[in-house]
């Protein structure tokens, strides 16, 4: 799986967690997204770890400011 496959996924799970249409993209961060607030990042967070079945350790996501970090971090488990 490559990075642009990551994100392609992304943008299903992100449909499925969002009301509001998002774009995903690489850069694509919650500054960016009305609608992501700490309760519906939890919602993303558990949606991206059914998608991909990974499961992040505490401090992991954090350290991901957008969603090219995140989709490093998920391709860092998928090849663990």
């Given at each position: 799986m490559t990075k642009a496959d990551v994100v392609s996924k992304l943008q299903d799970v992100f449909d499925n967690v969002f009301v509001e249409d998002v774009k995903v993209t690489e850069e694509l961060s919650a500054n960016d997204v009305t609608e992501w607030d700490?309760?519906?990042?939890?919602?993303l967070i558990v949606a991206v770890e059914k998608a991909f079945k990974v499961r992040f350790g505490m401090g992991e996501v954090e350290a991901a400011n957008n969603v090219g970090g995140l989709a490093d971090l998920i391709l860092?488990?998928?090849?663990?």
């Open positions: 700490s309760l519906s990042h939890i919602t860092k488990k998928l090849q663990a």
